[in-house]
């Protein structure tokens, strides 16, 4: 056989869906599985975007689109980007893609070059798709620990003894998957007070989240004063909207925008067009279904947080946003005897059928954090209530 190339053969993965086909194996074996893996919302995406879809087909929007994307999108990109961030993001700013997820890799691609020793700090644990697009583009990957004393924070020592000449990128998440942290201003500008002094550092925002907020309002770094032109704004319409099987992504950034759509034309030429319109009517059209969308996800993480605080040696903060949480499950691991939290989710999948995915898909663990492990609570409140009663049935059998 003729050999794989070295890049394909270290590409990472998103273990989430190598444990998801794990779960729905066992679920289409009939197993009663109650799964906190899957971090999509369990909703179906609103009605009047479904219905703007299909007048796009009726009215044969079926071709090829622009790279960047189609005008009417850019634009209600551009006004939903200034409006939220406090910037003014025009049009030909914004760039449309298949899923947010592509503009990781168009970003590591268009700011740094391959074997150049060029940096990207990312944070640890995080979205693991930074770090494996971070080697595969032949970028040096700086993990940038989130310790829990810091409550998931960027310990600002840290990215200042790991930020450089060599730095390129710095690729920050808020809310942040997995541990549902947000970044709020004064923390933004001590990151961007930090990086000031490197003109060569982009900063890519990945803000897929930025709808998601259960308590405060969100912040862009791209709003804090000087960052705008260096910072890639992310966002998309997988989480908001319960869009991920649609793929609609869109990233802001005046210099790039036009590099993004290059690298668009030489990988998927363009987004769906039928998405694109549905994207237009999720923009522009009534936001009530976001809304109980997201007055649902508020009651969920209430109940699981208080929930996973009275397990017996679980111990868990409140996350700000998104849809997860990341309890610290060090105690339980001794005393259920798990070596560690892959140790304690297999268990729990095959013992107690309970799905939730460990700390090591989300990189390698920082010295000295323990064990944890990351539910998704978007899944109904009954499944929320019926799967903290195996665990506390399970953790009362299993410990020693
Ligand atoms: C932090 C983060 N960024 C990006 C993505 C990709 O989103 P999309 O479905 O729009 O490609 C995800 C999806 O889980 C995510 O959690």
Redesign the pocket.
Same mark, same amino acid.
């Given at each position: 056989m003729p050999p794989i190339s070295k890049r394909t053969q270290r590409l990472g993965t998103?273990h989430?869906f190598v444990v998801l086909a794990e779960v729905n194996k066992l679920i289409a074996e009939g197993r009663p599985i109650i799964s906190f893996a899957i971090?999509?919302p369990d909703f179906v995406t609103p009605g009047h975007i479904i219905d703007a879809a299909k007048d796009a087909m009726d009215a044969g929007h079926t071709g090829y689109t622009a790279s960047a994307g189609i005008p009417e999108l850019r634009s209600a990109v551009a006004a939903y980007l200034s409006r939220t961030r406090g910037i003014a993001v025009e049009a030909d700013h914004v760039t449309v893609a298949n %899923? &947010?997820?592509?503009f990781?890799q168009y970003t590591i691609m268009a700011t740094t070059d391959h074997g150049q020793g060029h940096e990207v700090l990312y944070p640890n644990p995080?979205?693991p798709?930074y770090e494996s697009q971070i080697i595969a583009c032949g970028a040096v990957p700086v993990a940038l620990p989130l310790v829990e004393r810091e409550a998931f924070s960027f310990d600002l020592d840290t990215l200042r003894d790991k930020v450089g000449p060599r730095s390129r990128l710095l690729m920050l998440?808020s809310p942040?998957?997995p541990t549902g942290r947000t970044l709020n201003r004064a923390e933004l500008e001590a990151i961007a007070e930090i990086v000031a002094p490197y003109p060569d550092l982009w900063v890519f925002s990945?803000e897929?989240?930025s709808q998601m907020m259960h308590d405060g309002e969100f912040a862009s770094i791209a709003s804090v004063p000087g960052m705008a032109e260096r910072t890639i704004v992310?966002d %998309? &319409?997988?989480?908001s909207y319960a869009m991920?099987g649609w793929?609609?992504?869109y990233a802001a950034n005046a210099a790039l925008a036009g590099h993004f759509a290059t690298w668009i034309t030489n990988t998927d030429s363009c987004a769906g067009s039928i998405t694109q319109w549905a994207g237009v009517e999720a923009l522009t059209g009534p936001q009530d279904e976001h809304r109980k969308m997201m007055e649902s996800f508020t009651r969920r993480r209430n109940i699981i947080v208080e929930g996973l605080n009275t397990l017996e040696g679980i111990d868990t903060l409140k996350p700000g946003g998104?849809f997860y949480v990341w309890p610290n499950v060090s105690e339980l691991c001794a005393l259920c005897g798990a070596q560690d939290a892959e140790a304690l989710r297999k268990r729990w999948l095959y013992e107690a059928n309970v799905a939730v995915l460990a700390d090591r898909q989300f990189g390698s663990p920082p010295d000295g954090e323990g064990h944890h492990v990351r539910f998704s609570y978007a899944t109904s409140e009954e499944n929320i209530h019926e799967g903290l009663g195996r665990l506390e049935t399970w953790i009362a059998k299993a410990k020693r």
């Amino acid at each position: 056989m003729p050999p794989i190339s070295k890049r394909t053969q270290r590409l990472g993965t998103e273990h989430a869906f190598v444990v998801l086909a794990e779960v729905n194996k066992l679920i289409a074996e009939g197993r009663p599985i109650i799964s906190f893996a899957i971090g999509q919302p369990d909703f179906v995406t609103p009605g009047h975007i479904i219905d703007a879809a299909k007048d796009a087909m009726d009215a044969g929007h079926t071709g090829y689109t622009a790279s960047a994307g189609i005008p009417e999108l850019r634009s209600a990109v551009a006004a939903y980007l200034s409006r939220t961030r406090g910037i003014a993001v025009e049009a030909d700013h914004v760039t449309v893609a298949n %899923g &947010a997820k592509p503009f990781i890799q168009y970003t590591i691609m268009a700011t740094t070059d391959h074997g150049q020793g060029h940096e990207v700090l990312y944070p640890n644990p995080g979205f693991p798709i930074y770090e494996s697009q971070i080697i595969a583009c032949g970028a040096v990957p700086v993990a940038l620990p989130l310790v829990e004393r810091e409550a998931f924070s960027f310990d600002l020592d840290t990215l200042r003894d790991k930020v450089g000449p060599r730095s390129r990128l710095l690729m920050l998440n808020s809310p942040h998957n997995p541990t549902g942290r947000t970044l709020n201003r004064a923390e933004l500008e001590a990151i961007a007070e930090i990086v000031a002094p490197y003109p060569d550092l982009w900063v890519f925002s990945d803000e897929v989240y930025s709808q998601m907020m259960h308590d405060g309002e969100f912040a862009s770094i791209a709003s804090v004063p000087g960052m705008a032109e260096r910072t890639i704004v992310l966002d %998309g &319409a997988s989480k908001s909207y319960a869009m991920t099987g649609w793929r609609l992504g869109y990233a802001a950034n005046a210099a790039l925008a036009g590099h993004f759509a290059t690298w668009i034309t030489n990988t998927d030429s363009c987004a769906g067009s039928i998405t694109q319109w549905a994207g237009v009517e999720a923009l522009t059209g009534p936001q009530d279904e976001h809304r109980k969308m997201m007055e649902s996800f508020t009651r969920r993480r209430n109940i699981i947080v208080e929930g996973l605080n009275t397990l017996e040696g679980i111990d868990t903060l409140k996350p700000g946003g998104a849809f997860y949480v990341w309890p610290n499950v060090s105690e339980l691991c001794a005393l259920c005897g798990a070596q560690d939290a892959e140790a304690l989710r297999k268990r729990w999948l095959y013992e107690a059928n309970v799905a939730v995915l460990a700390d090591r898909q989300f990189g390698s663990p920082p010295d000295g954090e323990g064990h944890h492990v990351r539910f998704s609570y978007a899944t109904s409140e009954e499944n929320i209530h019926e799967g903290l009663g195996r665990l506390e049935t399970w953790i009362a059998k299993a410990k020693r």
